[in-house]
């Protein structure tokens, strides 16, 4: 499967813009893996359910990766595992996504 995404621009621009308000808003950590990423964030009020709409339009949109909302009172994660050349797309490509810790919060 070819590693394209199908949405247009605006949509593509909107869509990166809710990753990057989520990830300052609670992304606790980022890791390479070896089929992909894994993102874990805070478990604050509605941050499942913005990762888990991000994550289900991704698998539509980006079909060839597979796209993981796991919650646990902890953390909340996020596993995206691919094939190919979807593995280093995927760590190029997240590494735009800012670790944001105020002073004032603990992780």
Request: contains cysteine.
């Amino acid at each position: 499967m070819p590693v394209a995404c199908a949405l247009s621009l605006a949509g593509l621009a909107a869509q990166a813009s809710r990753w990057e308000r989520l990830a300052a808003r609670a992304m606790a950590a980022r890791t390479e893996t070896g089929f992909g990423l894994r993102l874990s964030f805070r478990p604050e009020p509605g941050v499942a359910e913005e990762l888990r709409m991000l994550a289900a339009a991704e698998n539509e949109c980006c079909a060839w990766a597979d796209w993981m909302v796991q919650t646990s009172l902890a953390h909340i994660v996020l596993d995206v595992r691919s094939t190919g050349q979807g593995i280093p797309t995927l760590h190029s490509h997240s590494g735009r996504l800012r670790l944001v810790r105020p002073p004032w919060r603990e992780v």
